[in-house]
């Protein structure tokens, strides 16, 4: 079993009013909020927020300590970047026989990106924000990163085992994997590698008052991967429903440039590793729709990342990287 087959916790509200009472001596009004593999809490102790999130019963409590270390590295070299910061160390609880770990951290105020309009201007800020959240987690480590994990764009040992349930477009992984096979697997050793956020949707980036990305949640799936999969994942959802989507994710990709360069060869691969993370994701939906038909917070990019992957089966990926290796450079 792992974090993706295992059912999620199921504690109701009035059972997370009681544990936060006990566990942290405060009391809260709680409402439930989204997630994937884990459950998580909104606890409102009037003048302070937090959120409870009570990981899947698979979840290694060394990925949990590596969530908690990683936060406060960033939050010591740039302060000015917003990040939940934990309030206490992980704890265990027991339900019925199964042990759960538990965290409380900081709820961060603000409108998720997925409630504002993307423009230019914003998707270059949105960039750049990575690009400086890149600088302040470099020289950061733990051996909690150094995992096979399904949602590491580099792994694509996943996709191969699982893309069987995706039937009849099984075809269009292949395309994308081939891509990959040819054109980033030869220069890996030119590609810098280091433990990322791996998650810029625009579910977990806060924007403020001024409408600019300031901060981020969620950091679940970080992992020992390329560097350049932190902003091939943040424009990856960019591209969804967007009509011209290279205009929008070449503004978010030369936002990180500027603001954390990367090499040419990185610059170069940035677009197989778009498709990739979005093969990772309809691929990941129909395995765990499977098991877990009740959760549609799983399937929530699935139909945007078919529209986005079909269109690319017909373009030639190398002139989209050769166009974005220029306007980042620009």
């Not at 998580?40 to 409870?52: H, I, P, S, T, W």
């Not at 800020?125 to 949602?151: C, I, K, Q, V, Y």
């Amino acid at each position: 079993m792992s974090v993706f087959s295992s059912p999620p916790p199921n504690y109701s509200v009035e059972d997370v009013m009681l544990l936060i009472k006990v566990h942290y001596g405060i009391k809260v009004q709680t409402t439930v909020l989204n997630s994937e593999r884990d459950q998580n809490f909104l606890c409102n102790a009037g003048e302070k927020k937090y959120v409870l999130k009570i990981s899947n019963p698979d979840e290694d409590r060394s990925v949990l300590e590596m969530q908690n270390a990683c936060v406060q590295y960033i939050k010591e070299y740039d302060p000015s970047l917003q990040v939940p910061l934990a309030f206490k160390e992980v704890k265990t609880i027991e339900n019925e026989g199964t042990s759960f770990f538990v965290r409380l951290v900081d709820y961060l105020p603000g409108q998720l990106l997925i409630d504002v309009v993307h423009h230019n201007d914003l998707l270059y800020e949105l960039g750049s924000f990575l690009g400086r959240l890149r600088t302040a987690m470099n020289g950061f480590d733990h051996p909690a990163g150094h995992r096979d994990f399904p949602w590491d764009v580099a792994y694509v040992d996943f996709i191969k085992g699982h893309k069987h349930y995706l039937k009849s477009k099984e075809y269009v992984v292949d395309h994308f994997i081939e891509h990959y096979e040819q054109f980033v697997f030869p220069i890996a050793s030119e590609l810098r590698k280091a433990i990322i956020h791996n998650d810029g949707n625009d579910h977990n980036i806060l924007v403020n008052k001024k409408g600019f990305p300031n901060g981020i949640i969620d950091f679940g799936d970080m992992v020992h991967t390329f560097v350049a999969c932190e902003p091939a994942v943040c424009m990856a959802y960019v591209a969804l429903g967007k009509d011209n989507p290279l205009d929008s994710i070449a503004y978010v990709l030369k936002g990180f440039y500027n603001s954390f360069p990367l090499n040419v060869q990185e610059l170069s691969v940035v677009i197989y590793l778009v498709c990739l993370r979005l093969c990772i994701t309809v691929t990941m939906a129909a395995y765990r729709k499977q098991l877990f038909p009740e959760n549609k917070y799983i399937s929530v990019s699935e139909d945007q990342a078919w529209d986005f992957l079909e269109k690319m089966h017909n373009e030639d990926l190398n002139k989209w990287s050769d166009k974005l290796v220029e306007y980042a450079q620009s």
